[in-house]
């Protein structure tokens, strides 16, 4: 596959610009193989905005940033008709959600009625306005940043939001090694000496073809019986241990089925193979669902949070 070759390409020129971030770099990836949504939590300084601009680049779609902020209307995103007195009609501005690449940074800011702004948009991947329904570029997906300490006039995301989402990846600090590398690579940036050009044949097309490649990725059946088996052992902690059968209010949907069979057979074509292993899947299985389980008091009393939760459920569940 030649599609699959250059995005290999393209991982690799990233690692050029972001350093320590391999997962972080794979799951961006991956949104972008499968058109699914991701969301990207951590704390500043973990070069989420860096790498999520960097990879629109790589790619050359149109891309914008929005940042999100309490006073956030609605219209700030989808964009609104003004009315031209000397025509007497109204045209229609388009808002920043029109690109194919939007970085929703810090999205717990806005409140409620602007999240519910996103919900048509990343759902049916149409924008309606007055009554008029506009569609959205064919690659659109919405990368989205939230900083889990700060809470101050933060709105919490709902779960139908987050269901939305493809992918939760939480960012870990980078080790010491990666983090002296940033300092070096961040001096010699500034002193002119090295800065890397990232260079890439990829388009949107290519983008698009790269994701009808993917949705050809074999699963073997034993491994869609898996897929299921992980998912529903998410409803039902009791047949693990009796202990945690209160610990979850509402298990995944069969929306995470979906969402972690297309992940892993994204993760299958970054890793050069036409073919899903049991591996690809228990990888990304905890980024897929732990944004999509809702934790009962008992779990919270007992310091059990979802990560907890779904290695649970990947020990207890054989794989094939």
């Known amino acids: 596959m030649q599609t699959q070759t250059e995005f290999l390409q393209l991982r690799s020129h990233l690692e050029q610009v972001i350093v320590g971030q391999s997962a972080l770099l794979d799951r961006l990836m991956i949104a972008l193989l499968t058109g699914g949504h991701i969301l990207l939590e951590s704390l500043p300084g973990l070069a989420k905005t860096t790498a999520v601009t960097t990879l629109a680049s790589g790619v050359h779609a149109s891309f914008q940033r929005i940042q999100f902020t309490p006073d956030l209307m609605p219209g700030d995103l989808t964009g609104t008709d003004i009315f031209e007195p000397q025509h007497g009609t109204f045209r229609f501005i388009a808002g920043p959600l029109f690109h194919e690449i939007v970085l929703a940074d810090e999205i717990n800011r806005a409140p409620p009625k602007v999240q519910s702004a996103l919900l048509e948009a990343m759902q049916e991947h149409q924008i309606t306005v007055g009554g008029v329904t506009r569609p959205l570029p064919e690659l659109f997906i919405v990368m989205a940043t939230q900083n889990p300490l700060e809470q101050s006039g933060t709105y919490p995301l709902p779960e139908a939001q987050l269901d939305r989402f493809l992918l939760h990846v939480v960012l870990q600090y980078p ?63 009791g047949q693990f241990d009796a202990a945690w059968a209160e610990y979850l209010q509402v298990g995944a949907s069969p929306r995470a089925s979906i969402a972690l069979l297309r992940a892993s057979s994204a993760l299958a074509y970054l890793r050069g193979r036409e073919y899903v ?29 979802a990560n907890a939760v779904v290695h649970k459920v990947l020990a207890g569940v054989a794989i094939p």
């Open 277 to 305: 292993v049991p591996d690809d899947i228990i990888d990304i299985a905890p980024d897929v669902l732990r944004h999509r389980l809702v934790l009962g008091y008992a779990a919270r009393a007992a310091g059990v949070d």
């Open 175 to 237: 080790t010491p090694a990666d983090e002296l590398l940033i300092l070096q690579r961040d001096r010699a940036r500034h002193y002119g000496a090295d800065k890397p050009v990232l260079h890439s044949p990829l388009h949107p097309q290519q983008v698009l073809q790269a994701r009808r490649e993917v949705a050809e990725v074999h699963v073997a059946p034993e491994l869609e019986r898996y897929i299921v088996a992980l998912v529903g052992a998410t409803r039902d902690l």
